[in-house]
């Protein structure tokens, strides 16, 4: 995996059309029969389960949605991914399954990311690439599933890029949640890329490390200028994630990435799409994303808890708490995840799971059905 960009981070998957069932392998697949035992152990068998990938057409965009829990009273817990364009749905089954036990979790494809990118013409999309595309597009899926599951409102859990989505919505429409939660936060991405770099080239001078210091010295006045793109993005973060900015005390984030090679809900031939997928994603998007910023959003008419890690120069999660410390919402708490960086539901699962329970699923009771 060549390219780890901010909230992109895999760049692995596509598929031409949902399908009801796990996906099927190629004869000389070497992960084929790994997936077909993951499939098996994760399958949800309980009565009033639900199992589920389909379609849906949300602002104009064909797009995917997968649907697991093993208990459809379950309260909703809409997971929005990260990126631009890094999907979850192939990496969930490492560490979703005990999540829902106690949530229907909905895992998205986000137009022109994973499964949806080639269910859409590239050319009619890339000008639909907008931030308030994406929030309006989360926002009508909200919708789709209360009317679906027969719910009256759902928990939104954003990561990374997803956190923008995520936040954006709460503040908009803060009727339709039980809570928002967000992990890795981004507040501000001109301030997210100044902090991130400032770190980097503090930890490459400490560790003597000379060609970072002049790659991400170079970069100026990134990310200041009119300039605003993601190989700029790429080029100090290369570094950044040497020194653990995304996986605490790792060199590289490989073991989540190839998480992706045995998830029953993707083909070799979606994890190709989805490097397509990401790149066409990202780079369209990531120019729009330049002066993004939620520092003036002071109140939020619905539960905000953040779900920060530690080590997290990715999304630095210093910008993410001072924030919190000023807003005000009808309840607001930040839990810190110590040994983890930018993916507390990989490096820390038990913890995760645990805040979950803790922390969001009370502010669910009362919601079984409309």
């Given at each position: ?13 596509a ?7 796990p ?28 199992q ?5 057409t949300?602002g104009?965009a ?10 459809r009273?379950?309260p ?5 991914h990260g990126?631009?364009?890094?999907v979850e749905m192939?990496?969930a089954w ?9 949530f229907?979790?909905v895992?998205?494809?986000?137009r022109?990311a994973?499964?949806s990118?080639?269910?859409n ?6 000008p ?9 597009d989360?926002?009508?899926?909200i919708?789709e599933?209360?009317k ?29 949640l039980?809570?928002?939660?967000g ?32 790659g991400?010295e170079?970069?100026a006045?990134y ?5 605003f ?5 790429d080029?100090w973060r290369?570094?950044a994630i ?5 996986a ?6 490989n ?10 809900e993707y083909t070799p ?7 397509d ?8 998007l ?12 002071r ?11 530690r ?5 630095d ?16 708490q930040?839990?810190?995840?110590e ?6 539901m ?15 699923l009370?502010?669910?009771?009362g919601?079984?059905?409309?």
């Amino acid at each position: 995996m060549r390219r780890t960009v901010l909230l992109t981070l895999p760049l692995l998957a596509a598929l031409p059309a949902a399908a009801q069932t796990p996906a099927t392998a190629k004869p000389d697949d070497p992960y084929a029969p790994g997936r077909e035992i993951i499939a098996d152990i994760g399958r949800i068998v309980a009565p009033n389960g639900v199992q589920e990938t389909f379609e849906l057409t949300l602002g104009g965009a064909r797009q995917v949605v997968n649907v697991r829990g093993a208990d459809r009273d379950n309260p909703i817990l809409l997971f929005i991914h990260g990126g631009p364009g890094a999907v979850e749905m192939p990496i969930a089954w490492t560490f979703q399954r005990p999540w829902e036990d106690y949530f229907t979790v909905v895992q998205w494809d986000q137009r022109g990311a994973g499964r949806s990118y080639p269910l859409n013409d590239p050319a009619r999309l890339a000008p639909t690439l907008t931030f308030d595309r994406y929030v309006d597009d989360a926002i009508e899926l909200i919708d789709e599933l209360r009317k679906r599951y027969g719910k009256r409102k759902v928990v939104v859990l954003g990561h990374s890029w997803g956190t923008a989505v995520g936040l954006a919505v709460a503040a908009k429409r803060p009727d339709l949640l039980h809570a928002y939660v967000g992990m890795g936060q981004v507040i501000d991405w001109r301030a997210n890329e100044r902090a991130g770099m400032a770190w980097t080239l503090a930890q490459a001078k400490k560790r003597g490390d000379t060609e970072a210091v002049k790659g991400v010295e170079a970069l100026a006045p990134y990310p200041d200028g009119d300039r605003f793109t993601i190989q700029q993005a790429d080029e100090w973060r290369k570094y950044a994630i040497r020194y653990g900015s995304l996986a605490a005390y790792r060199a590289d984030a490989n073991f989540y990435h190839r998480a992706t090679r045995l998830s029953p809900e993707y083909t070799p031939a979606d994890r190709k799409a989805w490097i397509d997928g990401s790149l066409f994603t990202v780079t369209n998007l990531w120019p729009r994303l330049a002066d993004v910023s939620f520092m003036k959003l002071r109140r939020v008419e619905t539960p905000v808890i953040l779900f920060l890690g530690r080590h997290d120069t990715t999304t630095d999660s210093g910008l993410a708490a001072q924030w919190a410390g000023r807003l005000s919402a009808p309840r607001k708490q930040v839990v810190w995840f110590e040994h983890s960086a930018h993916l507390p539901m990989i490096e820390e699962p038990g913890r995760t799971f645990a805040a979950l329970l803790r922390d969001v699923l009370p502010l669910t009771r009362g919601d079984t059905k409309k």
